[in-house]
């Protein structure tokens, strides 16, 4: 089992650049989270899927920020356009549902807007 | 709105003393508590859960609602408990975790 696998590790581009994050969540799971941790800051939620659906957004900058989950399985974050201030570590989770907190949190992508 | 608040960012204590990480709480409901770690280049991961009432690697935590506090503890620290701790909140029935800013323990030799 590989877990809830991330790519890219990191990832370093100009500010007005759009970025793009992926997401594999583990098998079955039908809960994926998207989470930003801000260097020195717990994980803060941008958004949780149920599924295909997008059931939590409220904290998800929707002027830069979009996300999709096609067919309920794979996930993609993505900024357009990046700003200095979303230099970040954007991690990616799963769980069975969203009433079981057993999350299982992937290694993350840092990002570094310069 | 729901709150965690971790007083303490650095937590630094000799190996075999007993160690505390604190954590209190504001949420208007019956909250559930967590306490997440993250150990150095590992993904963050879950220690214990307050429903459980289990011990994990020696360590505890009592949710005390009176006090609003979901404090860690473990009575004798190892070099291996180093890590990255943070208390995580969220309402029953299942809605978003909200994290506390952490509290990087250091346990000397």
């Known amino acids: 089992e590989a877990g809830v696998v991330q790519s890219p590790r990191y990832k370093i581009i100009e500010k007005k650049q759009p970025v793009a994050f992926w997401c594999n969540p583990i098998?079955?799971?039908?809960?994926l989270y998207w989470y930003r941790q801000n260097l020195g800051q717990g994980p803060e939620l941008l958004i949780r899927?149920?599924?295909?659906?997008?059931?939590?957004d409220s904290q998800l900058p929707k002027d830069r920020f979009s996300a999709e989950r096609l067919k309920g399985v794979d996930s993609t974050l993505k900024i357009q356009p990046a700003e200095l201030g979303d230099s970040a570590v954007y991690l990616c989770?799963?769980?069975?549902?969203?009433?079981?907190?057993?999350?299982?949190f992937g290694s993350g992508t840092r990002l570094t807007v310069v | 709105a729901q709150r965690v608040t971790q007083p303490e960012k650095l937590l630094s204590v000799f190996k075999g003393a007993p160690v505390e990480l604190k954590c209190n709480y504001s949420?208007?409901?019956?909250?559930?508590l967590f306490w997440y770690v993250q150990y150095s280049r590992q993904r963050l991961q879950l220690l214990l859960r307050?429903?459980s009432r289990e011990s994990i690697k020696g360590f505890t935590a009592d949710l005390n609602k009176g006090e609003t506090s979901f404090h860690l503890k473990k009575p004798f620290a190892q070099e291996e408990d180093s890590a990255m701790y943070y208390c995580?909140?969220?309402?029953?029935?299942?809605?978003?975790?909200?994290f506390g800013e952490g509290t990087q323990l250091t346990v000397n030799p």
């Open positions: 989770a799963s769980s069975l549902s969203s009433v079981d907190y057993g999350y299982t």
């Open positions: 098998s079955g799971h039908n809960t």
């Open positions: 899927y149920e599924n295909e659906e997008a059931v939590d």
């Open positions: 949420y208007s409901g019956s909250p559930e």
């Open positions: 307050h429903i």
């Open positions: 995580a909140l969220s309402g029953r029935g299942g809605s978003r975790l909200t």
